[in-house]
């Protein structure tokens, strides 16, 4: 299994306050990403990073933002928690950019009262 | 505007009959597919992919079939066991450098005993 660890796995927090998940990896992999995945909706792409202090949105990303300082580590934050984000948040990574093989976390479920 | 689409939401079928799980794509740009398979509370996985110049692809009790001129592609598991029972998602990255996978919004896959 691909050495990805999420936490926390399991959040519970109220409207408006931060938010910060954590994602890290020990497989020195380039690329890193977070997905949320809600019913309905399937997984859709919020930020990603193909690099230190590389990073670019995804196709869900207001609200979010993401810092990755070094490869191990890709943060994703919610600066002012809403109910919508309420969701379960996967980190991914990839070894190249454009093959499409991503090794995913177990998740971390986020609940926005 | 969503470039790939599974329009199912589930499927149930009966321990050693065949699954068909369908994927439609927009994008013909596409240089190949992929199918995702995720358990309750566990992060998706890889399962099998197939390139755009290819029509088949065959893993065990899993293949993979394209129709480029239909921008269709099925995944058939034969036989359908009861661990087989999970969420599936069809995915196609973007094209570019740094691409980013595309999710269908996934389909619950039963098998009964």
């Known amino acids: 299994d691909a050495g990805i660890t999420q936490s926390p796995r399991h959040k519970v927090t109220e409207t408006g306050t931060p938010v910060t998940l954590r994602c890290h990896q020990t497989?020195?992999?380039?690329?890193m990403y977070w997905y949320r995945q809600d019913p309905g909706h399937g997984l859709r792409l919020i930020h990603y990073s193909y690099g230190v202090k590389d990073t670019d949105k995804g196709e869900v990303s207001d609200g979010y933002s993401v810092s990755r300082s070094k490869t191990e580590d890709f943060l994703l934050t919610l600066e002012s928690a809403t109910s919508s984000q309420t969701s379960v948040y996967f980190c991914?990574?990839?070894?190249?950019?454009?093959?499409?093989?991503?090794?995913f976390g177990e998740g971390s479920r986020l609940t926005v009262l | 505007d969503q470039q790939v689409k599974q329009n199912s939401p589930s499927l149930s079928v009966q321990e050693g009959r065949i699954s068909i799980l369908n994927c439609d794509y927009t994008?013909?740009?596409?240089?190949?597919f992929l199918w995702y398979k995720k358990y309750p509370a566990e992060g998706p996985t890889f399962l099998i992919s197939?390139?755009?110049?290819?029509d088949k692809n065959e893993d065990g009790r899993f293949t993979v079939f394209l129709n480029k001129s239909a921008k269709h592609l099925s995944l058939h598991i034969v036989p359908s066991q009861p661990g087989d029972s999970a969420v599936y998602f069809c995915?196609?990255?973007?094209?570019?450098?740094?691409?980013?996978?595309?999710f269908g919004k996934g389909i619950t896959l039963s098998v009964r005993p």
């Open positions: 497989e020195n992999h380039r690329y």
């Open positions: 197939i390139s755009s110049i290819k």
């Open positions: 991914a990574i990839s070894g190249q950019g454009n093959t499409g093989e991503l090794f």
């Open positions: 994008n013909s740009m596409f240089d190949y």
């Open positions: 995915a196609a990255p973007s094209t570019g450098a740094n691409s980013k996978l595309t």
